[in-house]
T-cell receptor
Framework: DTAVSQTPKYLVTQMGNDKSIKCEQN?????MYWYKQDSKKFLKIMFS???????INETVPNRFSPKSPDKAHLNLHINSLELGDSAVYFC??????????FGSGTRLTVV | GQQLNQSPQSMFIQEGEDVSMNCTSS?????WLWYKQDPGEGPVLLIA?????ELTSNGRLTAQFGITRKDSFLNISASIPSDVGIYFC????????????FGEGTQLTVNP
């Protein structure tokens, strides 16, 4: 069983579209995260939810909106996609900061 | 602002050689983590360090949590081709809660 699974793995879309990425973890973790990896491979946190409550919200455009329906799920919705949004987005989870585990990533390409 | 520097940015070595990479932080870390990322995959945890001075091994990998709590190194002994990938240090600053901060990564290439 995959511990942190995110879908889709690849997403190609046109500028201006709205898209969502889904993430699920089966580790029983209480905190979930979204990270963005740019073309230089730098990983930067975007959001974090603890027990469905938003606890970290970095400087991210309002077009990005996370939603956590329950502890095991954290989705990322992006409105009005721009070329600069192209990147790899990683979901991760942890239990009070321990056992930090990442999904395999979603490669978003905006054309 | 707080900074986390990782070096070297890239390494090209021959199979069988030992490798060393390190990270230094401008502020004290509570935890140091070392991850490896293979192409098309997410980072995978290699070693976790929780106490200053801690030295931990995982097979051919050894990592240490610096005494000052501002640095850490990762050594790989007798490298093999499957060690190829990007290695990241990461950690939690004292004031950052569960916000994990990553170094810039070290791209390792191993020539057979």
């Amino acid at each position: 069983d995959t511990a942190v699974s995110q879908t889709p793995k690849y997403l190609v879309t046109q500028m201006g579209n709205d898209k969502s990425i889904k993430c699920e973890q089966n580790l029983g973790h209480d905190t979930m995260y979204w990270y963005k990896q740019d073309s230089k491979k730098f990983l930067k946190i975007m959001f974090s939810y603890n027990n469905k409550e938003l606890i970290i919200n970095e400087t991210v455009p309002n077009r990005f909106s996370p939603k956590s329906p329950d502890k095991a799920h954290l989705n990322l919705h992006i409105n009005s996609l721009e070329l600069g949004d192209s990147a790899v987005y990683f979901c991760a989870s942890s239990l009070q900061g321990y056992g930090y585990t990442f999904g395999s990533g979603t490669r978003l390409t905006v054309v | 602002g707080q900074q986390l520097n990782q070096s070297p940015q890239s390494m090209f070595i021959q199979e069988g050689e030992d490798v060393s990479m390190n990270c230094t932080s401008s502020s004290i870390f509570n935890t140091w983590l070392w991850y490896k990322q293979d192409p098309g995959e997410g980072p995978v945890l290699l070693i976790a360090l929780y106490k200053a001075g801690e030295l931990t091994s995982n097979g051919r990998l050894t990592a240490q949590f610096g005494i000052t709590r501002k640095d850490s190194f990762l050594n790989i002994s007798a490298s093999i081709p499957s060690d190829v990938g990007i290695y990241f240090c990461a950690g939690f600053w004292e004031t950052s809660g569960s916000r994990l901060t990553f170094g810039e990564g070290t791209q390792l290439t191993v020539n057979p």
